[in-house]
């Protein structure tokens, strides 16, 4: 239903495409740029791309990992353009006493802190589900090279983990 | 194996991503969409029209020339293009218009051809996030990418300003060739560049070696920018990736779009304080040329932006280039203070590039040293 609305251009499929993707293309761009307004920005951006091209789009299966590529692909463009941009988080001003709070905080910082397609790789394989084939073709590379940015990238976790016992026994349990 | 894939710590990661992508609120409409939508329409119905209304000019116009030079005496020798005309906008305008910091892939112009013209130029392989800027004075001309490469030809109308087309949903990364093309009717000159912006491509780009004065190191992955960074008596947090238990928030910093203008968010910005040796300013590894950083009164750069004048700045001397460049060495007085940094490097197979960013803090007077043998916490 919503590839033909998207394919005869009937504009009710923007409500249509936004209630459906809209958060989770917003949880993309969001976790690549780690700005709401950028990502919001990105969302309407992609859902409005999406309506210009869609005329070519035959199989359903295809929207979704469609729109989040075409969302992955404005995320690292916005970064990119304008990406040395600075985004603080309001953060506790003393350390937190509850251990899985901090582990939180450390995951996200080492996963922030990665070259910007690493992080991308990480968060189309861990927050959207797309096999590692899908997010290959979302950033243009090779399955293999995906492979090692994962592996890089848990490596890097792993580390960062391990400094923090706590958080590597909560794990580990 | 210490990188292997490990399920438990993949789970761990799944929930964290999305805990933080579900805990942003979605204040997205449909109508806000639908105008936005709409809006774009209407700006493509408006320049199918312009290109329609300057089309019928131009075939009336073709219709004259062929009319009269039949009935002139035939000349056989072909008119070489005529020069470009002052009017269009020079390749240093056309560059800014993408931004500070752009690399030129592709430089190119042409003056107008009674025949018109195609020409293909350059290779627009290996780049991540490309624009073309260009300018045209006459009726119009058409712009493609050749190749596997898909972009469908485009027709630009002529307005003899500069115009921006982003590249950036071209699946070019992996193409054998790239070429573009540009088709210009009679009449027509135009200049352009296609610009890279950011990153080092893949493709061999040409080379400028770093001058003998850069400080050079081992060029990583990260390389590619200078990171920022705040060293507080603990660790390094840079100002990208900040974001744990060290800082208050302080707001956003973005880069300027214009050497010559100081940029400051207008965002409210809160304070943050700086101890220990206050800031650190990490190339990353790269070779870098020159650092040129000023730091000025946050409230003179406020009141120059209102202005549209410069602030007065504080030049910081910097005695030579250097990895992780300490501004505690520098003069940096306590108060709401902007520093601006213009930073030159160098990545092995890449052109020098410069990133100029400003960004806002609150240096706190020095914390009072304890006396020795107090307890650092418990005094």
Same mark, same amino acid.
């Given at each position: 239903?919503?590839?033909?609305?998207?394919?005869?251009?009937?504009?009710?499929?923007?409500?249509?495409?936004?209630?459906?993707?809209?958060?989770?293309?917003?949880?993309?761009?969001?976790?690549?740029?780690?700005?709401?307004?950028?990502?919001?920005?990105?969302?309407?951006?992609?859902?409005?791309?999406?309506?210009?091209?869609?005329?070519?789009?035959?199989?359903?299966?295809?929207?979704?990992?469609?729109?989040?590529?075409?969302?992955?692909?404005?995320?690292?463009?916005?970064?990119?353009?304008?990406?040395?941009?600075?985004?603080?988080?309001?953060?506790?001003?003393?350390?937190?006493?509850?251990?899985?709070?901090?582990?939180?905080?450390?995951?996200?910082?080492?996963?922030?802190?990665?070259?910007?397609?690493?992080?991308?790789?990480?968060?189309?394989?861990?927050?959207?589900?797309?096999?590692?084939?899908?997010?290959?073709?979302?950033?243009?590379?090779?399955?293999?090279?995906?492979?090692?940015?994962?592996?890089?990238?848990?490596?890097?976790?792993?580390?960062?983990?391990?400094?923090?016992?706590?958080?590597?026994?909560?794990?580990?349990? | 194996?210490?990188?292997?894939?490990?399920?438990?710590?993949?789970?761990?990661?799944?929930?964290?991503?999305?805990?933080?992508?579900?805990?942003?609120?979605?204040?997205?409409?449909?109508?806000?969409?639908?105008?936005?939508?709409?809006?774009?329409?209407?700006?493509?119905?408006?320049?199918?029209?312009?290109?329609?209304?300057?089309?019928?000019? !131009? +075939?009336? =116009?073709? #219709? /004259? $020339? %062929?009319?009269?030079?039949?009935? &002139?005496?035939?000349?056989?020798? @072909?008119?070489?293009?005529?020069?470009?005309?002052?009017?269009?906008?020079?390749?240093?305008?056309?560059?800014?218009?993408?931004?500070?910091?752009?690399?030129?892939?592709?430089?190119?112009?042409?003056?107008?051809?009674?025949?018109?013209?195609?020409?293909?130029?350059?290779?627009?392989?290996?780049?991540?996030?490309?624009?073309?800027?260009?300018?045209?004075?006459?009726?119009?001309?058409?712009?493609?990418?050749?190749?596997?490469?898909?972009?469908?030809?485009?027709?630009?109308?002529?307005?003899?300003?500069?115009?921006?087309?982003?590249?950036?949903?071209?699946?070019?990364?992996?193409?054998?060739?790239?070429?573009?093309?540009?088709?210009?009717?009679?009449?027509?000159?135009?200049?352009? !560049? +296609?610009? =890279?912006? #950011? /990153? $080092? %491509?893949?493709?061999?780009?040409? &080379?400028?070696?770093?001058?003998? @004065?850069?400080?050079?190191?081992?060029?990583?992955?990260?390389?590619?920018?200078?990171?920022?960074?705040?060293?507080?008596?603990?660790?390094?947090?840079?100002?990208?990736?900040?974001?744990?238990?060290?800082?208050?928030?302080?707001?956003?910093?973005?880069?300027?779009?214009?050497?010559?203008?100081?940029?400051?968010?207008?965002?409210?910005?809160?304070?943050?304080?700086?101890?220990?040796?206050?800031?650190?300013?990490?190339?990353?590894?790269?070779?870098?040329?020159?650092?040129?950083?000023?730091?000025?009164?946050?409230?003179?750069?406020?009141?120059?932006?209102?202005?549209?004048?410069?602030?007065?700045?504080?030049?910081?001397?910097?005695?030579?280039?250097?990895?992780?460049?300490?501004?505690?060495?520098?003069?940096?007085?306590?108060?709401?203070?902007?520093?601006?940094?213009?930073?030159?490097?160098?990545?092995?197979?890449?052109?020098?590039?410069?990133?100029?960013?400003?960004?806002?803090?609150?240096?706190?007077?020095?914390?009072?040293?304890?006396?020795?043998?107090?307890?650092?916490?418990?005094?």
């Amino acid at each position: 239903m919503t590839v033909e609305a998207l394919r005869g251009r009937r504009p009710e499929v923007l409500g249509d495409l936004l209630d459906r993707y809209g958060r989770e293309i917003q949880g993309v761009a969001y976790l690549i740029l780690r700005d709401r307004a950028g990502a919001e920005d990105v969302v309407v951006d992609t859902l409005l791309t999406a309506f210009d091209r869609g005329g070519s789009l035959r199989d359903p299966e295809a929207l979704r990992p469609w729109l989040l590529r075409i969302a992955t692909n404005r995320a690292l463009a916005v970064r990119r353009r304008e990406g040395r941009v600075v985004h603080l988080q309001v953060v506790p001003e003393t350390a937190s006493r509850d251990p899985d709070q901090d582990e939180r905080i450390l995951l996200l910082s080492v996963v922030e802190a990665l070259p910007a397609r690493m992080r991308a790789a990480v968060v189309l394989r861990y927050y959207a589900d797309f096999p590692v084939r899908d997010v290959a073709e979302a950033l243009g590379t090779s399955e293999n090279t995906v492979k090692t940015q994962l592996r890089e990238a848990l490596g890097r976790l792993r580390r960062a983990l391990a400094d923090a016992p706590r958080s590597e026994e909560a794990l580990h349990g | 194996m210490a990188d292997e894939l490990d399920p438990r710590l993949e789970a761990r990661l799944r929930t964290v991503l999305r805990a933080e992508a579900d805990a942003l609120p979605f204040a997205i409409r449909g109508g806000e969409l639908e105008r936005r939508a709409a809006e774009r329409l209407r700006a493509r119905s408006r320049r199918r029209l312009m290109l329609l209304a300057s089309a019928a000019v !131009v +075939v009336i =116009a073709v #219709g /004259g $020339v %062929a009319l009269l030079s039949f009935m &002139s005496p035939r000349s056989d020798v @072909a008119q070489p293009p005529s020069p470009l005309p002052d009017t269009l906008p020079s390749f240093e305008r056309l560059v800014d218009a993408w931004g500070r910091g752009s690399r030129q892939v592709i430089r190119a112009e042409l003056g107008a051809s009674p025949a018109g013209t195609q020409t293909t130029v350059g290779d627009i392989r290996g780049f991540p996030d490309l624009a073309i800027a260009f300018a045209c004075t006459g009726q119009s001309i058409e712009l493609r990418v050749l190749g596997d490469a898909a972009l469908d030809p485009v027709t630009y109308p002529c307005t003899g300003g500069i115009q921006l087309e982003n590249l950036s949903d071209l699946r070019i990364a992996n193409a054998a060739q790239a070429p573009l093309q540009v088709t210009a009717p009679a009449g027509v000159a135009w200049r352009l !560049v +296609v610009l =890279a912006d #950011g /990153g $080092v %491509a893949p493709s061999p780009a040409p &080379s400028t070696s770093p001058s003998p @004065a850069a400080d050079c190191v081992p060029v990583s992955a990260d390389g590619a920018f200078p990171t920022f960074g705040i060293v507080d008596s603990i660790e390094l947090k840079t100002f990208l990736d900040a974001g744990t238990v060290t800082y208050r928030r302080i707001g956003t910093a973005k880069p300027e779009g214009d050497a010559g203008a100081w940029y400051v968010d207008p965002e409210p910005w809160r304070s943050v304080e700086l101890a220990g040796p206050p800031l650190v300013l990490d190339a990353g590894t790269s070779c870098v040329q020159t650092w040129d950083i000023r730091i000025a009164r946050s409230a003179d750069v406020e009141a120059a932006i209102a202005a549209g004048t410069t602030p007065a700045a504080e030049p910081q001397v910097v005695d030579a280039p250097e990895i992780g460049h300490n501004i505690s060495a520098l003069s940096l007085p306590t108060g709401d203070l902007t520093i601006r940094v213009e930073v030159t490097w160098w990545t092995g197979g890449g052109p020098a590039a410069t990133e100029v960013r400003s960004f806002r803090v609150f240096v706190a007077a020095p914390r009072p040293t304890p006396p020795a043998g107090a307890d650092p916490v418990n005094p």
